[in-house]
């Protein structure tokens, strides 16, 4: 992400902030301070994260254990002090393609920098479906919840 952001964020600077090709860099400590307050509020299902610090070295982490990742946005909507973006997340890890979609519920502090980041997404089917072995069981394991 090469665009500079700045609050209120607004449909294209949310497209800008959730997009990242693979072979690009991610956006930069510099650029998430820029949008996100010093309390920022972060989850997914795989963690949570409290401080702009904190939100920070957690993007840091998932950008070192992948050999690449992108980020692409669907749909935006934003209303009053609250954003949503659909978005698909692809993971390159030891030659494998890890690809989730998800959405991400932003909410905006008085400032217009985001104070609360959620992310939704399943993690377990496209986590352990390309597997082999697991991903049969995983598969099946699904199979039994929908059937």
Same mark, same amino acid.
């Given at each position: 992400?090469?665009?500079?952001?700045?609050?209120?964020?607004? %449909?294209?600077?949310?497209? =800008?902030?959730?997009?990242?090709?693979?072979?690009?860099?991610?956006?930069?400590?510099?650029?998430? *301070? =820029?949008?996100?307050?010093?309390?920022? !509020? #972060?989850?997914?299902?795989?963690?949570?994260?409290?401080?702009?610090?904190? #939100?920070?070295?957690?993007?840091?982490?998932?950008?070192? *254990?992948? %050999?690449?990742?992108?980020?692409?946005?669907?749909?935006?909507?934003?209303?009053?002090?609250? =954003?949503?973006?659909?978005?698909?997340?692809?993971?390159?890890?030891?030659?494998?393609? +890890?690809? @989730?979609?998800? /959405? /991400? *519920?932003?909410? +905006?502090?008085?400032?217009?920098?985001?104070?609360? !980041?959620?992310? @939704?997404?399943?993690?377990?089917?496209?986590? #352990?479906?390309?597997?082999?072995?697991?991903?049969? +069981?995983? *598969?099946?394991? @699904?199979?039994?919840?929908?059937?």
């Amino acid at each position: 992400m090469s665009a500079e952001l700045q609050p209120p964020l607004g %449909e294209a600077s949310l497209r =800008a902030l959730f997009t990242k090709p693979y072979g690009a860099p991610g956006p930069t400590p510099e650029q998430w *301070r =820029a949008v996100y307050d010093e309390a920022v !509020h #972060f989850q997914d299902p795989t963690q949570e994260k409290r401080g702009i610090e904190a #939100f920070i070295l957690a993007q840091e982490g998932l950008m070192r *254990r992948c %050999e690449d990742v992108f980020l692409e946005p669907g749909a935006v909507a934003i209303s009053g002090d609250t =954003a949503f973006v659909e978005w698909t997340m692809g993971l390159k890890i030891k030659g494998i393609e +890890f690809v @989730y979609p998800g /959405t /991400t *519920r932003l909410r +905006f502090g008085a400032d217009g920098k985001v104070v609360e !980041h959620r992310d @939704y997404f399943d993690f377990v089917g496209p986590t #352990f479906a390309p597997v082999p072995l697991v991903g049969g +069981f995983v *598969r099946w394991l @699904y199979g039994r919840f929908v059937a």
